[in-house]
């Protein structure tokens, strides 16, 4: 299974952003969708994640600004990231984990990741 993240870029202040990841391969299925980020000089951290039954958890600092969803049957996340600040600026991943329905293993695999820049 591959993740193909996409939707980084500059941004202004205030403005919003949509990053998407798309998962391919065969024979697998998701369980949980994740959005992580890592700003410069900073450790990475989880932003957002979603399970398959749909409940979600964010990072403090994004709650009421970011939400995930996703599309069970495209294989697909969105983090649709609003009022953002330059603080939000950093490289963003996308994580997931999946059922190999040939092995039955769990396996967690992550996308290459994407800059946003919030700036002026």
């Known amino acids: 299974v591959q993740l193909q993240a996409s939707g980084g870029g500059l941004v202004q202040p205030g403005g919003s952003l949509r990053l998407s990841c798309a998962a391919s391969g065969s024979r697998f299925r998701l369980a949980h969708m994740a959005w992580y980020r890592r700003a410069p000089d900073k450790q990475r951290e989880q932003v957002a994640r979603m399970a398959t039954d749909g409940s979600t958890n964010y990072a403090d600092s994004v709650k009421g600004r970011f939400t995930i969803s996703r599309d069970n049957a495209k294989n697909t996340a969105t983090l649709q990231m609003n009022s953002l600040s330059p603080e939000d600026t950093a490289v963003y991943s996308c994580?997931?984990?999946?059922?190999?329905?040939?092995?039955?293993?769990?396996?967690?695999?992550w996308g290459q990741g994407t800059l946003v820049t919030v700036s002026s």
């Open positions: 994580n997931a984990g999946y059922i190999d329905l040939t092995t039955h293993r769990y396996i967690e695999v």
